[in-house]
T-cell receptor, first 112, second 116 residues
Framework: DQQVKQNSPSLSVQEGRISILNCDYT??????FLWYKKYPAEGPTFLIS?????DKNEDGRFTVFLNKSAKHLSLHIVPSQPGDSAVYFC???????????FGTGTRLTIIP | EPEVTQTPSHQVTQMGQEVILRCVPI?????FYWYRQILGQKVEFLVS????????KSEIFDDQFSVERPDGSNFTLKIRSTKLEDSAMYFC??????????????FGEGSRLTVL
């Protein structure tokens, strides 16, 4: 079951630059998408979300873009900070359902 | 901010033993979940619970698993007869189900289960 895919297992970005994390999905019935951040030995922490009726949502340094026709979303972090180093999970929810389907995660490392 | 709490943080058990993982969801939340993450793999849905009953479960959640909300505050996951492949980090989560933060799951810090 690979309905949500994060094809880059890892990403390294210089501090101050933009980090772009990508996520693809296959199920057109997903209506809500979320990004979670996870530090080792901790639970995932909600970062930002977007409804399928929007194509962009911004919260401070974090922006999520949704391209429904391409079934693709991305998370932009700018400027990147050392504290952003973590594993980032993309997740999606089906219409009328509470369950989240997670991607495999991308480990982001911010280089000072 | 209110948080989901889980106990124990780490449990080591012998194969075939029963294990109970405990969670205290955020008090005004209505939907409760268990997810797990096997080392190096993605976070996987196990079960959702609403209105004192299971609302959905995955194929992983077979007869050896059960959930309970015994007293209105705790939410437990029981594994009746543990197998080696049950070794994972188990995350409890809850969500209000309505309002501004609808759809956002709040996760606990996880309970690491090691089956020997």
């Amino acid at each position: 079951d690979q309905q949500v895919k994060q094809n880059s297992p890892s990403l390294s970005v210089q501090e101050g630059r933009i980090s772009i994390l990508n996520c693809d999905y296959t199920n057109s019935m997903f209506d809500y998408f979320l990004w979670y951040k996870k530090y080792p030995a901790e639970g995932p922490t909600f970062l930002i979300s977007i409804s399928s009726i929007k194509d962009k949502n911004e919260d401070g340094r974090f922006t999520v873009f949704l391209n429904k026709s391409a079934k693709h979303l991305s998370l932009h972090i700018v400027p990147s900070q050392p504290g952003d180093s973590a594993v980032y999970f993309c997740a999606a929810r089906l219409i009328g359902n509470e369950k989240l389907t997670f991607g495999t995660g991308t480990r982001l490392t911010i280089i000072p | 901010e209110p948080e989901v709490t889980q106990t124990p943080s780490h449990q080591v058990t012998q194969m075939g033993q029963e294990v109970i993982l405990r969670c205290v969801p955020i008090s005004n939340h209505l939907y409760f979940y268990w997810y797990r993450q096997i080392l190096g793999q993605k976070v996987e849905f196990l079960v959702s619970f609403y209105n004192n009953e299971i609302s959905e479960k995955s194929e992983i959640f077979d007869d050896q698993f059960s959930v309970e909300r015994p007293d209105g505050s705790n939410f437990t996951l029981k594994i009746r007869s543990t197998k080696l492949e049950d070794s994972a980090m188990y995350f409890c989560a809850s969500t209000p189900g309505t309002g501004e933060r609808y759809g956002e799951l709040f996760f606990g810090e996880g309970s690491r289960l090691t089956v020997l």
